[in-house]
């Protein structure tokens, strides 16, 4: 009986939101942004776009996020061998934020595939990455997936795992928006 005990105790443990010691995040500013999926892709997109020299809100960017969260890009290395790269939005502030300032970068979601079970969801979001709002052609494309909770109250992003187009590996007609 005991162990019956310690199981459930454990059990319904998993399931508790994890505590931080950071500080809370300013949630009526950041609300709207968690109030649907569509907020949240496009306030995802929006967080890490601007003109060069512009700040990002970073701010805004963690609080989309759950504390485990995961980014993860792939691709290929010099070598041609596939490869990975795990990191916490933290990380990725601290590894690509003054490159995403310095050289100014937009991306933008052109297509989106959803799948929805619950309140597991999950994302195959096609983006264009540009220098600037201005310009006419994107320098990179890809495809995003997103994964996402909804846990009644909001809408968060669990992880990213991405891998941008190359001349060799061209984005699928599927993955793209009808002309």
């Known amino acids: 009986m005991k162990y019956i005990a310690l199981f459930s105790l454990l059990f319904v443990v ?36 601007g003109e060069k ?69 999950h994302v195959f979001s096609t983006y264009e990455s540009y220098r600037s709002k201005n310009d006419e052609a994107p320098f990179m494309r890809g495809i995003n997936s997103i994964q996402l909770l909804n846990d009644g109250n909001r809408w968060w992003v669990m992880h990213i795992y991405w891998l941008g187009e190359t001349e060799a590996l061209p984005l699928p007609a599927k993955y793209l928006p009808e002309n």
Do not use: C
């Not at 993860?72 to 990725?92: A, C, D, F, L, W």
């Open 14 to 49: 998993s399931f508790l939101p994890a505590q931080s010691d950071a500080p809370a995040p300013d949630t009526e500013k950041y609300a709207e942004d968690v109030a649907s999926l569509d907020n949240i892709l496009e306030a995802l997109y929006a967080s890490i776009s």
């Open 53 to 121: 020299g512009e700040a990002r809100d970073w701010d805004r960017f963690h609080y989309l996020f759950t504390e485990e969260a995961r980014l993860i890009p792939t691709g290929k290395n010099k070598e041609g061998e596939v490869g990975y790269r795990i990191m916490s939005p933290q990380e990725y502030v601290e590894g690509s934020g003054k490159w995403l300032e310095e050289n100014g970068f937009f991306e933008v979601e052109i297509f989106r595939e959803v799948a929805e079970y619950g309140s597991l969801v």
